[in-house]
């Protein structure tokens, strides 16, 4: 299973950005996909997360109402779209999967996360 990240780049704030990532096999027979993004010199934090199978999502404080997860079974791609970016939006943005775990809503512990990308980096400039 690989995961490809894309999409990243510098923006100003305020404008917009959508990341991707690819998923290459199917990582479990039913999985939890989500983005992490990691500030230099700050730990990985959860950005946002969606079931595979349905609709169900969760974001962070920080992001909600700002970013949108988004997912296109037949592509088997994950989609970040990121509008009215902030200068602390700055981060490498990593995509995940987990095995599903029928929490609700989705539980977004770090260490449950298998699978990952390489991370695409995204700056905000103000």
């Known amino acids: 299973v690989q995961l490809q990240a894309s999409g990243g780049g510098l923006v100003q704030a305020g404008g917009s950005l959508r990341l991707s990532c690819e998923v290459s096999?199917?990582?479990?027979?039913?999985?939890?996909m989500a983005w992490f993004r990691q500030a230099p010199g700050k730990e990985r934090e959860f950005v946002a997360a969606?079931?595979?199978?349905?609709?169900?999502?969760k974001y962070a404080d920080s992001v909600k109402g700002r970013f949108t997860i988004s997912k296109d079974n037949f592509k088997n791609t994950l989609y970040l779209q990121m509008d009215s970016l902030k200068s602390e939006d700055t981060a490498v943005y990593y995509c995940t999967a987990k095995p599903e775990d029928g929490m609700r809503p989705i539980a977004t512990n770090i260490n449950d996360f298998i699978y990952w990308g390489q991370g695409t980096l995204v700056t905000v400039s103000s």
């Open positions: 969606v079931r595979w199978t349905g609709t169900a999502t």
């Open positions: 096999g199917r990582p479990f027979s039913s999985y939890i």
